[in-house]
């Protein structure tokens, strides 16, 4: 496998926008080496008889019946804003007119 180089971290770090000083570039090459060789090694494994997976847990929906329940609490949620007018929630004008 070819060593990362420094000019290619140079060159990833100003594509991202990131600036980086000498430490850090010898730093991100050594683990972009790092995670490289791991992938190496993952290629490795015979996944042939293995399923597609998304998830590393199963996930089901819990999904309950729709019911129409009928609950006057217009009052209540009204009451929880900072201004009122009658039946709505008094806001201050965006829009001149």
Same mark, same amino acid.
């Given at each position: 496998?070819?060593?990362? *180089? &420094?000019?290619?971290? +140079? +060159? @990833?770090?100003?594509?991202?926008?990131?600036? #980086?000083?000498? /430490?850090?570039?010898?730093?991100?090459? =050594? %683990?972009? =080496? &790092?995670?490289?060789?791991?992938?190496? %090694?993952? =290629? +490795? !494994? $015979?996944?042939?008889?293995?399923?597609? *997976? *998304?998830?590393? !847990? =199963?996930? !089901? /929906?819990? #999904?309950?019946? $729709?019911? /129409?329940?009928?609950?006057?609490? *217009?009052?209540?949620?009204?009451?929880?804003?900072?201004?009122?007018?009658? %039946?709505?929630?008094? @806001?201050?004008?965006?829009?001149?007119?």
């Amino acid at each position: 496998m070819t060593k990362i *180089t &420094k000019d290619e971290v +140079k +060159k @990833v770090a100003h594509l991202a926008r990131l600036e #980086l000083n000498e /430490n850090e570039i010898n730093s991100h090459a =050594e %683990q972009l =080496e &790092k995670i490289l060789e791991y992938i190496k %090694q993952l =290629e +490795k !494994i $015979d996944t042939n008889d293995v399923a597609c *997976t *998304t998830r590393a !847990i =199963e996930v !089901i /929906n819990v #999904l309950r019946k $729709d019911e /129409n329940n009928n609950s006057d609490c *217009t009052e209540e949620i009204l009451e929880l804003g900072p201004s009122r007018e009658d %039946q709505y929630f008094k @806001v201050p004008k965006i829009i001149n007119e």
